[in-house]
């Protein structure tokens, strides 16, 4: 079984601070991990995505994510918040990595502050 | 650069009546797939195809029925629509190979059962 939580429903961050959006998972094994980011009236939009291949896993806009067994955590980073990145965040676990067996977090709403 | 388009975006329906979602694609993807999104629940999936002419259940098949009569549409059909499947559709594909665990999505459909 796998399932993924995500703690804080809404986050605010001012201009410029660091943004961290925690996502935490429940598996057997160590999972397929993935960042999806919804900007208002869109579809999601894949952000990056943990394979196993290395721990530390950067995607696009300057965002990363690190992959630590150990707290089974898979939280998102960037440094400086700009007022594009306003949008909601989904984590998402897969044991097989198939998109069929995918599961959604509840997202985090990200609000950037001028 | 089309990618998934669903049509129509918005839609208000009285309790009973029916209706049908269509999600087109045009990557000559295998793999198309059906989620309803709701307020703090993330994604889940309805049902999915995997090929045309074929679709299988997902997480909440209840309440829709689905076909796949040609690779590139996946049509999503209320019966008798319900308040409860008040929600934003979304429909989604994935590929093959490298690309096969991450999903393209549509701007979604929202819907709306009086």
């Known amino acids: 079984a796998q399932s993924v939580t995500q703690l804080g429903s809404h986050v605010s961050v001012s201009e410029g601070a660091l943004v961290l959006l925690r996502c935490n998972y429940s598996s057997s094994v160590p999972p397929y991990l993935f960042w999806y980011v919804q900007y208002p009236n869109q579809g999601l939009q894949l952000l990056l995505k943990?394979?196993?291949?290395?721990?530390l896993v950067k995607g696009i806009n300057g965002f990363e994510a690190e992959f630590k067994k150990s707290e089974t955590s898979f939280h998102l980073t960037k440094p400086s918040a700009h007022m594009s990145d306003a949008a909601e965040y989904f984590c998402a676990v897969s044991l097989s990595g198939s998109a069929r067996q995918l599961t959604f977090g509840s997202g985090t709403q990200l609000t950037v502050l001028p | 650069n089309a990618g998934v388009t669903q049509t129509p975006k918005f839609r208000v329906l009285k309790t009973g009546q029916s209706m049908t979602l269509l999600c087109a694609q045009d990557m000559n993807h295998e793999y198309m797939y059906w989620y309803r999104q709701d307020p703090g629940m993330g994604l889940r999936l309805i049902h999915y195809s995997v090929g045309e002419g074929t679709t299988a259940k997902g997480e909440v098949p209840d309440g829709y029925n689905v076909s796949r009569l040609k690779k590139q549409n996946f049509l999503l059909g209320l019966e008798s629509a319900a308040p409860s499947q008040t929600s934003v559709y979304f429909c989604a594909s994935t590929g093959q190979g490298a690309g096969a665990n991450v999903l393209t999505f549509g701007a979604g459909s929202r819907l709306t059962v009086l």
């Open positions: 943990y394979t196993s291949a290395a721990t």
